[in-house]
């Protein structure tokens, strides 16, 4: 966007959730309690695996920096969100929104990228477990994490340069609850054409590929998984992928449909429902789906309650 649509534009006003008040509160209840739950929920992974040597593991490495991830990929969404329900505010600055789609881009297209980064650890892990500490080595996982986020960045800021250089004039309201791609675009006054096409095309390369990538890891396992003989040994291996495969069909999955479709009034509708699944239900999911079926991680939180109980006990 050029400098002189940023100082004429006072800003754009969230289309949000509903605006009925019954249903508003009891959305703001809902979507608070999942919020919350988030929080706690990925903060709780995340100090579990800072501070137990027992987890210093690649996979868990991997899972740290996605619950990391989730918390701020719904905080860059969803308090907002919730200030639109409880007092009605749905005004955004111009800036406030280019942030909001920035690191909303950012932080999901890094999540899609960690999650295509722990598939390959999976697959080390199961398909040639005598290198796995040479090829998943504590370097190699920082470089792979590294590389996640700065792809993320790079394909955030390429789109979000490519929504605001449109000009905007008088249209304001964003069929959304929050500032995404589809939407904002949607709002320029000028031929979009040539631009929904572009940022479809850069996600549709990155989504593919990282969802391609994922496949044919799990290709891979599963055709090592009909080698072994040992019962015990499939149902294990098994198990150490079906936390990993319901978040990447849960995630990757709605994303591809938000983002592949055609922009009309219907899609963008459905995008909206389609984004509380990815924004509110899912980061809040996570550290369910990977505490309750990893016994790892069960075992070290009851370590953690057990010091807690007794240093409490201490006092």
């Known amino acids: 966007m050029g400098p002189e649509n940023v100082t004429t534009m006072e800003g754009?006003?969230?289309?949000?959730?509903?605006?009925?008040?019954?249903l508003k509160?009891?959305?703001?209840?809902?979507?608070?309690?999942?919020?919350?739950?988030?929080?706690?929920?990925?903060?709780?992974?995340?100090?579990?695996?800072?501070?137990?040597?027992?987890?210093?593991?690649?996979?868990y490495y991997f899972l740290a920096n996605l619950s990391f991830l989730d918390i701020f990929y719904s905080t860059t969404t969803?308090?907002?969100?919730?200030?639109?329900?409880?007092?009605?505010?749905?005004?955004?600055s111009i800036f406030g929104c280019i942030a909001q789609l920035h690191f909303?881009?950012?932080l999901g297209s890094t999540e899609a990228l960690l999650l295509t980064s722990m598939s390959y650890d999976r697959y080390v892990a199961i398909c040639n477990p005598l290198r796995y500490h040479v090829l998943m080595g504590r370097k190699s996982?920082?470089?792979?994490?590294?590389?996640c986020w700065f792809i993320g960045f790079l394909y955030s800021l390429l789109q979000t340069i490519i929504t605001f250089r449109l000009p905007y004039c008088n249209r304001r309201q964003v069929t959304h609850f929050y500032c995404?791609?589809?939407?904002v675009i949607k709002l320029a006054c000028a031929n979009t054409n040539q631009s929904e096409l572009l940022v479809s095309g850069i996600f549709a390369i990155v989504a593919v590929s990282t969802f391609s990538l994922i496949i044919v890891s799990y290709m891979y396992i599963g055709s090592h998984l009909l080698n072994i003989q040992s019962r015990q040994g499939r149902r294990k291996a098994f198990?150490?992928?079906?936390?990993?495969?319901?978040?990447?069909?849960?995630?990757?999955?709605?994303?591809?449909c938000m983002y592949l479709g055609p922009t009309t009034e219907n899609s963008l509708e459905q995008d909206r429902m389609s984004a509380i699944l990815v924004t509110v239900i899912t980061p809040a999911l996570n550290p369910l789906i990977y505490?309750?079926?990893?016994?790892?991680v069960k075992k070290s939180l009851q370590r953690l309650l057990g010091r807690t109980q007794y240093c409490a006990k201490c006092y």
Do not use: W
């Not at 995404?180 to 939407?183: G, T």
């Open 291 to 296: 505490t309750l079926r990893n016994k790892e």
């Open 104 to 106: 909303f881009h950012f």
């Open 12 to 22: 754009f006003i969230l289309l949000g959730i509903t605006d009925e008040r019954d």
């Open 78 to 92: 969803v308090p907002k969100m919730l200030s639109g329900l409880l007092v009605g505010d749905k005004r955004i």
């Open 180 to 183: 995404d791609i589809k939407p």
């Open 141 to 147: 996982c920082l470089q792979l994490a590294s590389c």
């Open 239 to 256: 198990s150490t992928c079906t936390s990993h495969i319901t978040v990447v069909f849960l995630y990757i999955g709605t994303a591809l």
């Open 25 to 59: 509160i009891f959305c703001f209840v809902l979507f608070l309690t999942f919020y919350l739950f988030n929080l706690s929920g990925n903060l709780c992974i995340v100090l579990l695996i800072t501070i137990d040597h027992s987890l210093y593991k690649p996979m």
